[in-house]
């Protein structure tokens, strides 16, 4: 990721609310390992994270569901527009899930998810897109899907055949990295093509692509 203020290198700029310490220390070393990442402030609870946004401007902040003062849903509603959020929580629950989304989340990953989906997710945010943990958007899926068969009676849209491919693997909760390895492609590539998938079906994020693939009978890999 390049910019153009002379051709160094973005940095993605960070703020991470957690009311545990142990898990914002952990944060920030794995994200300051990544040479394209840096993290600019902690809150200890939401409304530190919201005065934190507002005077650091960061470029996306990683924000936890339980919080002290301030849950991390209404912190969402509230820096929706203004800084990209990731919810970061240690419950797979569509309580937490939902209003999360709604509230215009860019990106839900649980706290298992791993170094790497972390760093991806904060990129993935901060380039504009959305990333979902592939365990909360499998079973997504499987609760939007449940009380109907997949049809192809919705109006249609015009993807190439390898959009429907790439709708297919989104659909089993594969990550860009995942996708590219499995179709011997770039993640570059990879990410492309989500990006095109979501302009022309017009959803906000991977849950959006994989219902589409669901309800259209797309071929989804096990």
Known sequence: ??????????????????DQEAV?????R????QPDIEVVGEAVDGLAAL?????????????DVRMPRLDGLEVTRRLSG??????L??????????????HGAAGFLLKRSGPSLLAEAVRAAAD??????????????????????????????????????????????RTNADIAAELFISAGTVKTHVA????????ANRVGIAVHAWEMGYPVPQ
């Not at 005065?51 to 924000?63: G, K, N, S």
Request: charge should be positive; proline fraction near 6%; hydrophobic fraction near 45%.
């Open 1 to 18: 990721m390049t910019s153009t203020n002379g051709g160094c290198p973005r940095v993605i700029r960070v703020l991470v609310a957690d």
């Open 24 to 28: 914002r220390r952990s944060v920030r």
């Open 30 to 33: 794995i994200l300051e390992a």
């Open 51 to 63: 005065e934190l946004a507002a005077d650091l401007r960061p470029d996306v902040a990683l924000v």
């Open 82 to 87: 203004l800084v990209r959020v990731v919810v």
């Open 89 to 102: 929580t240690t419950f797979d629950l569509d309580e937490y899930v939902y209003p999360a989304l709604r």
């Open 128 to 173: 504009g897109e959305s990333l979902i943990s592939p365990s909360v958007t499998v079973r997504l899926l499987k609760h939007v899907t449940a009380p109907r068969r997949p049809t192809r009676s919705a109006a249609p849209v015009a993807l190439t055949e390898r959009e429907v491919e790439i709708a297919g693997h989104v659909a089993a909760g």
């Open 196 to 203: 095109s998938i979501q302009r022309k079906l017009g959803v």
